[in-house]
Structure formats: structure tokens, C-alpha cells
């Protein structure tokens, strides 16, 4: 072939895999107006110094105006201007080179952002319905159970019932341009071209009989109409008749436009006729016809309620402004892909982070389908190729991928990609997929438990479940919740499958007298019951064990908790949902199966999340540094033999995963969750706490029909918060500057907590009243003058609290930057950070302090020097430089030795002696170098509850039992440039690795 040889090609590729970029670690910043490429670049010179490899960045595709977070796409063709110009990107760019750094990007396969006027895909599919160039890109159903809405897409943005908003006046059909729109508000929609008949018919009349039959413009006007009228249907599929429809209509408005813009007659008519057309409030009558026009569109405005039954979109969860986007569709994955895969062919962008895999119709193949079109753009970038040499590039490619997967033990994909999958309690990441492995859910909620004290679970038990009144099973609670989501938010999604399932069935005689009913319950039953977000089936001969195991799992729950449930729809579904009666169906009912299953994948990830972790983690407080995005409250704490084994299968499986400690997803920030396990700990002082507080407290608490507001539950939820979030001393001054943003944010963050609990509040059926306890509650409680003998009280155990926290803050911080993996840390959270839930993780960091900071930071560490040990002793009184101080230094030592961390075995450590359960330790070793990393867990029990830093003497005899090959060699800490001598019977006191510094990295 020509240009390319098929041995050319087959050299680029290897050449792409042999300068793959995989970071070493990352620094993930939030885009948007408040913080553009100007500011990141500004920024870049700091993360260089600070150890860090790769810019990791929030989408940067044109998004809603004003968006904050950046997943709420609107062009994926273009960048968001809001963060500055292409000059700017490309400045970032050119800086972050000159630093050798790479840029991972956040991109979103799954969803578009559709909210006001600004996707233009989206307004012509309302404009043109199934006729739209853009209608196979999102995910429509155009034949959904509601036959009224057949060719139609519901739009649930009214404010009221439909007929309320019409009879009020708030419609109003516009003119511009040759085109006309139907105001609501500030969004405008389009009307069909092929109902502009509605409101050019009755201007043509007013125009007869004022302008006679005869008028050059009236004949125009008749012409135009008549065009209208041989428009091919609003719902062709036709391709050669959806090109002629929207040749045509693009004429039409031109011609429209010009007439309007000519004459002045035909201008005041068409003004008059949309003044009758858009009715007058007090006059129902006088909305007919504009009923009778909205009625002809391809769209159906609905109160935003109606969503939950019967939405025929699929959204992101059940965001009405996020539609789903058809991945699995080449020209949709082209059309969606073409600037980033440009940007990474370039070298512009070094990696991906995507967003949200389990929603897409085909997880496994997307991925792979990413490596195979980076490596053709790449392969392509600069050739002029016609379409038959660019097909034959894509099967080389092919080709050559499968050779590498099947001849290479530990194959490592060209590109480098991370998926945000969420992986329950012991669950594998598919090994298919063509990924570096995950975000880091599933370690940061491995380190997080390590630090809870696993003896201290009854405790808890009893202690809130005394506190509240009310004894709470988590499982129990998921599955009701699950029960309550797919009623509500996500009914329609389940009716939909369900009918899907009763036509399925029909066509089977074995199966034709199951009811819709029937298989809508046992359905329910089997989603309520995954212990998973989904399965990954796409045919009969694709049915991992792993998704076996999971299926046959929900099923058994299902017929324990329900016994009530037919058996016989349960196995079913059970067959049905594993294609085990797949050849039981006619040939042509087969693909349809396996559609249906597919189908099913899609929404069982909404129902966990939304259940689990956007409703059960917020009404079971426990101990809530455990509800966590991908966590398990129910287990109290992890072993560091767990941990341990965790760090080892990711070594093993995914050396190159992501790990991380706070994310823009994370319900609370690393450091608020190292504050709340020391309540595992001080359980005795927990309690009394809580009892004091709620007596001083009873007073701001209101009476209610069905008992105080706000509840014991909340209340209990409250404090943890306060004491997780509470400002550090030298941040905020009770009652000084910064007491009423900090009260705000608590209020804010308790009115989100309490409605995404759906108790007594919710965001579809907000509780007024409730509401407004929780908040006047959150005030009163921190009224720094009337409620001071609280706030005093709770100081002087918030203290304790805290002081404890950031001894955990540095020992999972090493832990992160030395375990197997890639870590990544979150803007700002380099030092300490007391962030909750969004939208409060995105309030702007104070990169002026974090520059001052580091910049105090000594040079480099000098061995036994009294100068470096005074440093230390002072470095640990100010904890925000402390962890900052942590992360450079195991950074840079980590760029230092980067084969060590990238290739290094992982031998984890014992300890022996009476505080042996107080050390986390592991080695890694890497041809003849070596580094030891030792931090301490449970540092209030190590201290018997003193605030003291664990340092020397507190570790009594317990010693640190050595890997035989590090023995005989002397070690030297990193932090404090102490040498540490050779272990006498492979055994070192802790007491002497730990004499200045409270965690420690000896390396060879």
C-alpha cells in the first residue's frame, strides 16, 4: 500500500509502544473559570519541584457555561473558553515540556451535558427528531413503553404540570432568523421545519387579504409554504431522504429570512400572528394552537417530575441535563474522540482518565477500541490516506495488538488509561480490559481502614446505635434503598427493561405465561441483591466466571430476602442475564436477548450508586470515614496482612494502577478521614462526648410531630463532621474572619447530606421545614457567643481528635506515595486539606501559601546535623508543612529511584514486640537497591492517648524484622539523614528508626 507499507506501520507501532508514557505520579487539578490554563501554568514550576511527573486534568472540552467541574460536555470538538484561549493551552503545554511533564486528561465517553441552549447535537435532535444527523449518537429510546412518546424525546424541565405552564403564558414561540423557537424561560427550542406550516398558513392569509393574492411577497410566502409541505417526514430514517429533508430545510429558512428581512408587511404579520399564536394568560381557549404545535414536535416538555417513570433517554444516574452518548457506535466515538485523539497523537496529551466506564454499552471493547484508534491516528497523523489505505492501516493495527496481547506475558498498551471503576469488597478489575488499571478507589479505601481500629466494631455498634435509638443493618439498608431508587428516580429505566423481558418471553412457550408484573419484581429483587455495579456480558460465549459468580449470588439473595418472589421468573432472569438459554430462542430473537442484557448492564451501576453511595452512605453514620466511594462501612477497619495482600495482587496485576487518597468524587477529603478513625480508638471518649453535646445542644433541636428535628441520626452525623472539617488553629478564630464561611459550609454540606439520606428530606420532595431545623441547628451549635460552653467542650476533645488525625494524615500519605502503583494527589491535599463532599472539595486552593511553603523547605536533608533535627522539631509544630515537607521529599527520592518504585518487588514486613500492631512496614527491592518504609497505625493507642509524637521511647522493645538481603546493610532515612545501623539478628528497634521523624523511608 502507499504511502504506508504494512512494515512501515508495523514500525510506528512499535515505536508508539516504546514511547508510551506512564506517569510516575500525578497532581489532579479542577478546571473551570476560577482556575485555567493560565493558572496551571503558573503552577507547573511548584510540581516539578514538588516530585510530580504528570499534569492530570478535570475535562477541558467545551462545557454548560459556568460549569465548575467540566462533565457536563456540550461540544467535544472544542475547548471550554472559559478556560482561557488556544494560546493559553498551548503556553501550559509548551511549559509543561520544558519540565517533562505529561498531561493525563479526563475525558467522559458516557454523557453529554444538554442543560440550556448550548449543544448544538442535541438541539437538532429536537429540531429534526429521528430524522437528525446526530439521533443514533444519543441514547433514545423511539419506541418506548408510553406509545404518546413514540418519536419523541421527553424533556421533564417544567417547573409544573404541563397544562399549568401553557394556560400561564410561559411559552412563547419566537422569531429569528429564519428559524422559529418556543421560549420557556431562558431555554429556547427549536420547531420543525416541518411544522412551520402551523404558523405560516395562517400568514398567508392575514397576507392575501391585505397584500393580495397577486403580491410578489405573498407568492414567496405561498412558495415557502408549499416546500414545507413536500418535506420528507419528521421521522425518516431514510438516509437519502434525511439528506434531501435537511437540504431542503436549510433552503426554507434561508428563503424565510431573506423575505422577512425585505419587507416590512410580512415582517408586522408575522409579529401579529405569533402574538395570537402565543395566547393570553386568563384565556385557556386562546393556548389551542399553540398546544397543537408544541404537540407536533419531536420533543415532549414535561413536569420534571414525570422523569423517574418515564424519561426515554438515558442519562448519567438520573441527571436529566447529562444524556448518554452511543460510545459503541463508530461514528459517535469518532465524532466524540476527534480532538482528544488529535491532541494525543501530537503529544500534547500523554494519558486518559475516563470517566464513568460502567455506562457504557460495552466497557471491554471501548477500551480497546481507544488504544486501536490513538495507534491508527498516530500511525496516520501527516498522511494523506484514502479510505481503503486507511482501512488497511485499522486492520494492521488490529493485528499487530493481538500478536503483542498473545506473544507477551505483561503486555503494556501504547496509551496510558485509567478507568474511575468502582470495585466492591474483593471484586477483580476485569482483566480484559486494555487499561493501566483504576483511579485508586479500591486503595484508598485499603489504607483508610487500616487506620480504624478493627477490635473497636461492637463498640460502635452499641454506641450509636444507643445515640440514635435505632439499631441499622447496612445490608438491610442498601437493599431497601436500591428498592426506593428503582421506584422513584430510576422506575422508568426498570419499567423499560422489564418490558423488554414480558416481549422476550412471549416468543418462548416455556416462558410466555410469566407476567409483566412478575418479571418487574423479580427484576427489582436481582439489582436490589448485586453485591456488584455490573457484568460484562456482550454474548453467549463472553460469560466470565466472575460474572457468574455475581448473577448466581443476587439470585440466591433475592429468594432469601423474598421468598415470596415466582421462582421460576427468578432462574428466568438468572439464564436470561448469563445467555444460558440462549440457544433456547429462535435465531432472530437472539440478538435481541443479548441487546436486553446489555441493556441491563447499563443500569445497574446507576441503581448501586445512587442507593449506596448517594443515599445509604449518608444515613448510616456509624463511623462515616468508612462511607466512601467504592468502601464497605460494614467492614470496621483492615489488617495490615490485608493491606499487604491488596498491595501485592496490584503489583502483580496492575503495577501501574492509579492510587489515591482524595478525589473530586471522595465524600470527604483524606485528611477528614484520618481525624475520624481516631474515633475508633477513643471510643470511651466518643461516647461520653456525645452525650455532653447533645445535652447542651437540646435546646436549638425542634419539636415535630414525629420527634425532635433535627434527628438523633443527623445530629450524630453533625458532629463527626464538625470534628472531621473543623479548621485547623491557624486557619480560622472562632468568631474571627472565617467563622461564617466555615458555619455555611457546614450548613451547606448538612442540607446535602440530609437530602441525599431521602429520611426526612429529599432533592424531588425537599422538606421545608426540615430543612430549615438543620440549618438553624448547624448555626446555633456553633454561635460562638451564645453557644460557647459547647463549643469550648468540644474543642477540647476536637484537639485530641486532631492531633492523632495528622499523625494518620503523614503515615497514609508515605504510604500512598511508596505503595505499587501511580499516586496521585489532589489539588491542594499536598498539605493538609479539611474538605467534604462537592461542591466544597472545589473551593480555590491557596497555591500563594503552598509555594511560600515548600520554598521554606530545606534543600536537601544532612545526616545527624542538629541544624536538619531543629528543623524537624519545628517542621512537626506546623502540620500543613509537615505533610507538604512528607510528599516533596518521598517525591523526589521516588524520581531518584523510579525503576526501584516502578519495577520493585513488595515484601512486606513483621514486627515484634508489645506495640507491634502499631507499625505498618513493607520493602521493595530492586537489583541491589532498597527502600524500607515504615509508618506508624493507631497512634492513640500507641501513646496510651497521650498527645505526644510517637517518637523513641514510645515503641519500648518492639523491633522491625528485616528481609535477610537488607541485614547486613546499613540504612539511611531519607527524612531526617539518620543512619541507621545493621540489624543485629535481622531484627531494628522502632525506636531508633523512629527518633525524629514520626514515619520513615531507609533506603540503601
Not at 506475558?409 to 496510558?416: G, I, V
Not at 494518620?808 to 474538605?835: A, C, H, I, M, W
Not at 497555591?847 to 522539631?873: A, G, I
Not at 497512634?939 to 517518637?951: C, D, S
Amino acid at each position: 500500500m502507499s504511502p504506508l507499507t504494512k512494515s512501515a506501520i508495523r514500525q510506528q507501532l512499535e515505536e508508539a509502544r516504546r514511547r508510551r508514557r506512564i506517569p510516575r505520579a500525578t497532581y489532579r487539578v479542577q478546571f473551570n473559570a476560577g482556575f485555567t490554563f493560565r493558572d496551571a501554568e503558573r503552577l507547573v514550576p511548584y510540581l516539578h519541584a514538588l516530585g510530580i511527573s504528570d499534569l492530570y486534568a478535570s475535562p477541558i472540552l467545551l462545557a454548560t457555561p459556568g460549569s465548575t467541574h467540566g462533565y457536563d460536555v456540550c461540544d467535544p470538538g472544542k475547548l471550554n473558553p472559559e478556560l482561557g484561549t488556544e494560546e493559553d493551552f498551548l503556553r501550559l503545554v509548551e511549559t509543561l515540556r520544558r519540565h517533562d511533564m505529561g498531561w493525563i486528561q479526563d475525558i467522559v465517553p458516557n454523557h453529554m451535558g444538554i442543560d440550556g441552549n448550548c449543544n448544538a447535537w442535541w438541539m437538532d435532535v429536537l429540531e429534526n427528531g429521528p430524522s437528525s444527523r446526530y439521533a443514533s449518537y444519543f441514547d433514545i429510546d423511539w419506541d418506548p413503553v408510553k406509545p404518546e412518546l413514540r418519536d419523541k424525546v421527553l424533556l421533564p424541565i417544567l417547573e409544573d404540570q404541563y397544562g399549568m405552564v401553557l394556560d400561564s403564558g410561559r411559552f412563547e414561540v419566537r422569531y429569528a432568523n429564519g428559524t422559529f423557537r418556543i421560549a420557556y424561560g431562558t431555554l429556547e427550542l427549536p420547531v420543525a421545519p416541518n411544522t412551520y406550516d402551523h404558523i405560516l398558513a395562517p400568514l398567508v392569509e392575514v397576507l392575501v387579504e391585505a397584500l393580495g393574492p397577486d403580491n410578489e411577497d405573498v407568492r414567496e410566502l405561498q412558495s415557502i409554504l408549499t416546500a414545507v409541505s413536500h418535506l420528507p417526514p419528521q421521522a425518516t430514517r431514510d438516509p437519502a431522504l434525511v439528506e434531501e429533508k435537511l437540504r431542503e430545510q436549510a433552503v426554507i429558512k434561508r428563503r424565510l429570512a431573506a423575505l422577512v428581512e425585505k419587507s416590512e408587511a410580512v415582517q408586522a404579520a408575522l409579529d401579529a400572528t405569533l402574538r395570537r399564536l402565543n395566547g393570553l394568560p386568563g384565556d385557556p381557549r386562546s393556548f389551542d394552537r399553540l398546544h397543537a404545535l408544541i404537540e407536533r414536535q419531536s420533543y415532549r416538555m414535561a413536569f420534571w417530575r414525570v422523569a423517574g417513570e418515564e424519561i426515554n433517554y438515558r442519562r448519567f444516574f438520573d441527571i436529566n441535563t447529562m444524556a448518554a452518548i452511543r460510545s459503541e457506535l463508530p461514528e459517535a466515538f469518532a465524532a466524540t474522540h476527534d480532538l482528544i485523539l488529535r491532541l494525543l497523537a501530537e503529544g500534547i496529551l500523554t494519558g486518559l482518565r475516563v470517566d464513568h466506564p460502567d455506562g457504557l454499552w460495552d466497557p471491554p471493547g471501548y477500551f480497546r477500541a481507544l488504544q486501536e484508534n490513538f495507534l491508527f491516528r498516530t500511525v496516520c497523523a501527516g498522511a494523506d490516506l484514502t479510505a481503503e489505505e486507511q482501512a488497511e492501516v485499522r486492520e494492521v493495527v488490529s493485528e499487530w495488538l493481538n500478536e503483542q496481547i498473545e506473544t507477551r506475558d505483561h503486555f503494556e498498551w501504547p496509551l496510558y488509561v485509567v478507568a474511575e471503576k468502582i470495585l466492591t469488597e474483593n471484586e477483580p478489575l476485569p482483566p480484559d480490559w486494555a487499561v493501566y488499571g483504576t483511579t485508586g478507589y479500591d486503595f484508598m479505601n485499603q489504607v483508610n481502614g487500616l487506620f480504624v481500629d478493627t477490635e473497636a466494631a461492637g463498640r460502635f455498634d452499641r454506641i450509636y446505635r444507643a445515640f440514635t435509638g435505632v439499631e441499622v443493618d447496612i445490608h438491610d439498608l442498601e437493599y431497601a434503598s436500591k428498592q426506593k431508587i428503582m421506584r422513584e428516580s430510576l422506575a422508568g429505566e426498570i419499567n423499560s427493561i422489564a418490558h423488554q423481558l414480558e416481549r422476550l418471553s412471549e416468543r418462548n412457550r416455556h416462558t410466555r405465561d410469566f407476567t409483566l408484573n412478575g418479571l418487574r419484581h423479580a427484576l427489582r429483587e436481582i439489582v436490589a441483591c448485586m453485591g456488584i455495579y455490573r457484568t460484562y456480558i456482550t454474548g453467549p460465549d463472553t460469560v466470565s466466571r466472575r460474572d457468574q459468580l455475581f448473577v448466581e449470588a443476587a439470585v440466591k439473595e433475592a429468594l432469601r430476602r423474598n421468598p415470596l418472589v415466582s421462582q421460576p421468573v427468578l432462574y428466568f432472569l438468572r439464564d436470561t442475564l448469563l445467555l444460558r438459554n440462549y440457544f433456547d430462542f429462535d435465531e432472530a430473537d437472539r440478538d435481541t436477548l443479548v441487546r436486553l442484557v446489555m441493556r441491563f448492564q447499563q443500569i445497574t451501576g446507576p441503581v448501586m450508586a445512587k442507593s449506596v453511595e448517594d443515599t445509604a452512605f449518608y444515613a448510616y453514620n456509624r463511623l462515616v470515614s468508612l462511607n466512601e466511594v467504592g468502601g464497605t462501612p460494614a467492614v470496621f477497619g483492615v489488617t495490615p496482612d490485608e493491606f499487604h495482600q491488596q498491595n501485592q495482587k496490584r503489583l502483580k496485576s496492575w503495577p501501574h494502577a492509579m492510587i489515591a487518597l482524595s478525589t473530586h468524587d471522595t465524600k470527604r477529603s483524606e485528611d477528614v478521614r484520618a481525624r475520624l478513625n481516631v474515633l475508633s480508638e477513643l471510643p470511651d471518649e466518643w461516647e461520653a462526648g456525645l452525650g455532653r453535646w447533645r445535652e447542651l445542644n437540646a435546646r436549638h433541636r425542634q419539636s415535630a410531630p414525629d420527634g425532635d428535628w433535627p434527628d438523633a441520626n443527623d445530629e450524630y452525623l453533625l458532629y463527626q463532621t464538625l470534628l472531621g472539617a473543623w479548621p485547623a488553629d491557624d486557619d480560622v478564630a472562632i468568631g474571627g474572619d472565617g467563622w461564617t464561611d466555615f458555619q455555611e459550609r457546614i450548613a451547606g454540606y448538612m442540607a446535602k447530606a440530609t437530602k441525599e439520606a431521602k429520611v426526612h428530606t429529599s432533592w424531588t420532595n425537599p422538606n421545608e421545614a426540615y430543612d430549615q431545623a438543620m440549618r438553624d441547628f448547624v448555626l446555633r451549635v456553633l454561635d460562638p457567643v451564645d453557644n460557647r460552653a459547647f463549643i469550648e467542650d468540644f474543642l477540647s476533645f476536637q484537639r485530641r481528635v486532631a492531633f492523632f488525625g495528622y499523625l494518620n494524615s503523614l503515615s497514609q500519605t508515605l504510604l500512598k506515595l511508596t505503595s505499587p502503583g501511580v499516586p496521585d494527589t489532589y489539588r491542594g491535599t499536598e498539605t493538609l486539606d479539611f474538605s467534604l463532599v462537592d461542591p466544597d472539595n472545589r473551593r480555590p486552593v491557596d497555591y500563594d501559601d503552598l509555594f511560600s511553603r515548600r520554598e521554606r523547605l530545606p534543600v536537601r536533608n544532612r545526616p545527624d546535623d542538629e541544624v536538619q533535627l531543629t528543623f524537624l522539631n519545628e517542621l512537626l509544630e506546623t502540620p500543613r508543612s509537615a505533610k507538604l515537607f512528607l510528599t516533596q521529599t518521598v517525591l523526589c527520592f521516588r524520581r531518584d529511584r523510579d525503576v526501584l518504585f516502578r519495577r520493585g518487588s513488595y515484601t512486606p514486613l513483621a514486627a515484634t514486640g508489645e506495640k507491634a500492631r502499631h507499625v505498618c512496614a513493607f520493602a521493595r527491592e530492586h537489583d541491589g537497591a532498597a527502600v524500607v518504609v515504615v509508618a506508624p497505625r493507631l497512634v492513640a493507642g500507641l501513646t496510651a492517648g497521650e498527645t505526644r509524637m510517637p517518637l523513641g521511647d514510645v515503641w519500648g522493645e518492639t523491633q522491625l524484622v528485616l528481609p535477610e538481603a537488607l541485614q547486613h546493610k546499613a540504612l539511611t532515612d531519607i527524612f531526617t539523614g539518620q543512619t541507621i545501623g545493621r540489624a543485629a539478628n535481622g531484627q531494628i528497634p522502632l525506636a531508633g528508626i523512629l527518633c525524629y521523624f514520626p514515619v520513615a523511608v531507609l533506603t540503601t
